[in-house]
């Protein structure tokens, strides 16, 4: 079975400061991919990193960056200098490399950006 | 545009109406999965269909539910005997399978359910 938890359930920081999201993952496969997801009030769910299990190298682009720890089962994601229009909800999702490929995603984390 | 749609992008229902929906892939793709996603929580997966083959259905996936892909294309889902617990986003995504590689699911705008 896979699981996926994300503990903080709602994040508020003030304009400009960093915030750090929270993924702990759970699974027997041996090759998986991990991915955020950010869902705005809009609704649609869009798509920001994917990460290969194969893959621990730790990645910046922009004003997001990543720490994936295979030996502790995190994928974390960081925000730097935040701005108003990341407030959204937040999804980790974990998915196997083969078979049915379905998407696990966690309970998201509601990130409140305050002006 | 040529993503996935989905219509109708809002749908409200008295409890124990019927009500289908339906889903338009990304052409070509020939993987379609339907996901559910309730206030406050993470979307969960339904079902998924190979072409036309409903491969898996998840423990979620009540008799009330049934999905239906006739022509490998469109897909529809249909619930009977509505309930309030029903009300929900359904969202939908295609992946185009190909052996050995990466094949990445593309979410459509979902249809939000609600059953007064």
């Known amino acids: 079975a896979q699981k996926v938890t994300q503990a903080q359930t709602e994040i508020s920081v003030v304009e400009k400061e960093d915030v750090t999201l929270d993924c702990v993952y759970e699974?027997?496969?041996?090759?998986?991919?991990l991915f955020w997801y950010k869902q705005p009030p809009s609704g649609e769910l869009v798509f920001l990193i994917r990460r290969n299990s194969f893959d621990e190298q730790n990645e910046i682009s922009g004003r997001y960056s990543w720490n994936f720890q295979k030996s502790t089962s995190s994928f974390n994601f960081t925000i730097t200098a935040s701005q108003v229009v990341d407030s959204a909800v937040y999804f980790c999702a974990l998915r196997p490399n083969f078979g049915n490929e379905k998407l696990t995603f966690g309970t998201g984390t509601r990130l409140t950006i305050i002006p | 545009d040529t993503g996935v749609s989905q219509d109708p992008r809002h749908k409200i229902t008295k409890r124990g109406q019927n009500v289908t929906f339906r889903c338009d892939p990304i052409s070509e793709h020939n993987r379609l999965y339907w996901y559910r996603q309730t206030l406050g929580q993470g979307p969960e997966f339904l079902t998924y269909f190979q072409n036309e083959a409903q491969l898996e259905k998840s423990r979620l996936l009540s008799d009330r539910f049934s999905a239906e892909r006739p022509k490998g294309s469109f897909s529809t889902l249909e619930i009977q005997r509505t309930e309030q617990g029903d009300s929900a986003m359904y969202l939908c995504?295609?992946?185009?399978?190909?052996?050995?590689?990466?094949?990445?699911?593309?979410f459509g705008p979902g249809t939000r359910l609600t059953v007064l």
């Open positions: 699974t027997r496969d041996t090759t998986y991919y």
């Open positions: 995504a295609s992946s185009l399978v190909l052996a050995g590689s990466y094949n990445e699911q593309f």
